[in-house]
């Protein structure tokens, strides 16, 4: 039987610290009565935290009221606030075709946002996290920050990691992204790099800002080209024992599925072919724009189009029978359709839900993401200022971001 490591006085104060300013990321200014009621820490625990953060230029002390020229009996209460540009975080979604970086301040709010694409899929390692690494200075640039005042980066990359950041590279696809990309960023730039399974960077987010705020049971689907999930149980992220979970290959056994081609792919394929044939159809229109999308199949079923309306009902069924399995095996409360899709999928949710009912017998509440294609990078933003609190202590600030 493991013994649990002992609460030596340093990894309390390294647990003390990161409460704290966990707190006040989502806070504004607070009193230390505030910080002891959110953290649990006794007054001398607070104080003493509140003041090695201040040191260390993580928090600010503000002038008290007193100083404003009100009355106030006793002594006035010392109020600290987030330095929230202390440094910042980056956080990447590496698709397949483009890399997004974007730059975010000690809150999680976006300053700078950069994307570039790849030259084709079959590109070297090195290619790779050139682009990468350049994506991630041009977003810097427009967030008018340097790269020295980095404190994390979070990847989220198409392909399953182990919660040890290793990829699972079973695959030829999932192996395009096992690049080296820790020990490339932290020999090019010095940082350190998080590396994570993309679809479960898009549930951390969206449970931190979407849809799924406050949900400790929820799985979230990337459903736009591919289908993949993140699952989060009593709020803890699934990874698996070699961060296969929420790989969903399994939906090719699946009666009525068949493969794993998500919403926005399966709209465009499914409205080709009635395109090829004499249906009279609205989406006849937008053959000389680029082709028909995800977002014209939406648009014309709720006008009517009687082709639309077909497809709309084909990928509901679809879309109810892979959450259906979902729901069997992990009970989700809420399951989340996200990714680029989800801004048009809103008109699926009650199909879906009126057809659940036939392909489980725990049908869980059923959102899209309100976070579109940024709830990767959201939920990478999240992650790297997890990191940045859990280890607070041992982290060097850069000199004060301008």
């Known amino acids: 039987m493991s013994e649990t490591a002992p609460a030596?006085?340093?990894?309390?104060?390294?647990v003390s610290a990161g409460s704290v300013l966990e707190f006040m990321r989502s806070s504004g200014d607070v009193t230390v009565t505030e910080v002891m009621e959110a953290t649990g820490l006794t007054r001398a625990t607070a104080i003493s935290v509140c003041e090695d953060l201040k040191g260390r230029g993580w928090i600010r002390e503000l002038e008290n009221q007193r100083a404003f020229g009100g009355y106030q009996k006793g002594r006035p209460a010392r109020?600290?606030?987030?330095?929230?540009?202390?440094?910042?975080?980056?956080?990447?979604d590496v698709g397949i075709s483009k890399a997004t970086v974007v730059v975010a301040d000690l809150r999680g709010n976006a300053l700078g946002r950069s994307s570039l694409p790849f030259a084709e899929v079959e590109i070297s390692a090195e290619e790779r996290v050139a682009v990468i690494d350049r994506a991630a200075v041009t977003a810097l640039n427009s967030a008018g920050a340097s790269p020295q005042s980095v404190l994390a980066v979070s990847a989220g990359i198409a392909a399953p990691v182990d919660r040890y950041g290793d990829v699972l590279a079973a695959q030829h696809f999932w192996g395009l992204f096992d690049v080296g990309l820790k020990s490339a960023l932290r020999d090019r730039r010095g940082w350190t790099v998080l590396l994570e399974n993309d679809a479960n960077l898009a549930a951390l987010g969206d449970r931190w800002r979407g849809a799924a705020a406050g949900v400790e049971d929820v799985v979230v689907i990337l459903a736009s080209e591919r289908l993949g999930a993140g699952m989060l149980d009593g709020g803890r992220l699934l990874h698996g024992s070699?961060?296969?979970?929420?790989?969903?290959?399994?939906?090719?056994?699946?009666?009525?599925?068949?493969?794993?081609?998500?919403?926005?792919?399966?709209?465009?394929?499914?409205?080709?072919?009635?395109?090829?044939?004499?249906?009279?159809?609205?989406?006849r229109t937008h053959l000389q724009d680029g082709g028909v999308e995800a977002q014209h199949v939406f648009a014309a079923a709720a006008g009517g189009d009687a082709?639309?309306?077909?497809?709309?009902?084909r990928l509901a069924d679809r879309m109810a029978?892979?959450?259906?399995?979902?729901?069997?095996?992990?009970?989700?409360?809420?399951?989340?359709?996200?990714?680029?899709?989800?801004?048009?999928?809103?008109v699926l949710l009650e199909p879906i839900a009126r057809k659940l009912t036939d392909f489980t017998a725990?049908?869980?509440?059923v959102a899209v993401s309100p976070l579109g294609d940024s709830i990767v990078t959201v939920g990478a933003v999240r992650a790297a200022l997890d990191y940045v609190e859990k280890n607070s202590l041992d982290l060097e600030l850069a000199p004060a971001v301008s």
Do not use: C, Y
């Open 79 to 92: 109020r600290f606030e987030l330095n929230e540009r202390a440094g910042v975080v980056l956080g990447m």
């Open 362 to 365: 725990t049908p869980p509440r």
């Open 242 to 283: 070699r961060g296969g979970a929420g790989e969903l290959a399994f939906l090719e056994q699946v009666q009525g599925v068949g493969d794993t081609f998500g919403i926005a792919s399966l709209a465009r394929t499914w409205a080709a072919e009635a395109l090829a044939g004499k249906a009279r159809t609205s989406l």
């Open 8 to 14: 030596t006085p340093q990894l309390l104060r390294r």
């Open 307 to 313: 082709v639309a309306l077909k497809i709309l009902d």
């Open 321 to 346: 029978r892979v959450i259906g399995a979902v729901a069997t095996m992990l009970n989700p409360e809420l399951v989340v359709i996200g990714g680029a899709v989800a801004n048009s999928a809103g």
